[in-house]
């Protein structure tokens, strides 16, 4: 049993060790809630649906959540960097969630929103998306970081 772990604990160790030394990274795309605990989407959840994109593959960014009550509108914030450079831009909530089919005000109750694009840069890309309503309060935030070849 002891030996059984210290195999299985150097074979992780080496894992890593030959990633950090090839400058690779183990997560190649992944999505994570980053809303504050008093954000107003409730059971917040977001996932996509590639985990090892390539330049000209399709990737589906997924939101479900709840609200409690009616969201009039507001602001979307994007803060991206690739490769390391930053970039930042914003836009309207209403227009943002019609693209997905969802209408504006957003009711209360459940959310499933769906938003798919082609990956048309190679490179590693993050990205913090957050949601703000006329009064400035945190609806979601989420964190997606990409990483294609």
Known sequence: MVRSLLLVTFAVANAFTFLQIMDLEPILTGAEVCSS???????????????KPTKGD????????????????????????YN???????????????????????????????STAEITLSGKVETTITWLDDAGLEILCARITIKSV
Request: glycine share 8%; hydrophobic share 30%; with cysteine.
């Open 37 to 51: 605990p008093d954000a107003l989407a409730k059971n917040f959840v977001v996932s996509v649906s590639n985990d």
């Open 58 to 81: 399709n990737l589906t960014t997924v939101f479900d959540f709840d609200l409690d009550e009616d969201i009039q509108g507001g602001t979307v914030k994007y803060d991206v960097s």
């Open 84 to 114: 390391g450079f930053p970039y930042s831009s914003s836009s309207q909530l209403c227009d943002e969630v019609m693209k997905s089919g969802d209408p504006c005000p957003l009711l209360a109750g459940y959310h499933h929103q769906e």
